[in-house]
């Protein structure tokens, strides 16, 4: 069984996807690796759930008959920013973005690995669980609840996805230290190369940028560094 360093509880996993083979290939590879698994493939009957079996992960696929999973998806970000990992065999690159942009904390495109499923999983986890030793970062005009996991920008809450916050929260405990792509896609993502292109970080980044600087083109507190990365400047 893969090492996670994930806690011992027992995470609860809903996976959405209409093809029946489907749903029971993926329940039984994460049963596997202990998680708890509610297969459904109806989009209403996933987001009747969430209210009282709020789960630690969503595994959906975009395409399926009835509400279109890109709806499911952005109702369960209105429900608590549910860490979210879209399947699909919608694999282009404007199908990624597209669920990326709508808050898909990860998308892997149909047919796809067992072993890269699970990592992407818990590397999701890895980054929702994460906890700092502080509970807030301030600076002028920012503050970040690392509990409560909220942005306030000059007063006003901004929406981030759970990733986007784990990258800005990442950049934001270590000031002015600068973060290749690379070494973000371990440490934010729980991933590599292997996985992930590095442009991945640099999709978020953009994405990032758009929320939470005043001039996305002239960005005052996650700048790029040319031929090294990024860092937050406070």
Known sequence: ???????????????????????????????????????????????????????????????????????????????GRIPTIVVSSKGSEVDRIVGLEMGADDYLAKPFSPRELLARAHAVLRRTEHVCPCDTLEFDGLRLDLTCRDVVIDGELVDLTSLEFDLLAFLASSPRQVFSREMLL????????????????????????????????????????????????P
Do not use: C
């Open 1 to 79: 069984m893969m090492t996670t360093g994930i806690s011992m509880r027992t995470r609860h996993v809903v996976v959405l996807d209409d093809d029946p083979e489907v749903r029971r290939t993926i329940r039984a590879l994460l049963e596997e690796e202990g998680f708890r698994v509610t297969p459904t493939g109806d989009g209403e009957a996933l987001l009747a759930m969430i209210p009282e079996h709020h789960p630690d992960l969503v595994i959906l696929e975009v395409v399926l008959p009835g509400m279109p999973g890109l709806e499911v998806l952005r109702r369960l970000q209105d429900q």
């Open 186 to 233: 371990d440490r934010v993502w729980g991933s590599s190369s292997e996985w992930q292109t590095a442009a991945t970080v640099s999709e978020h980044i953009h994405r990032l940028r758009r929320k939470v600087e005043r001039d996305p083109g002239n960005p005052r507190w996650i700048q790029t560094m040319r031929g090294a990365g990024y860092r937050f400047v």
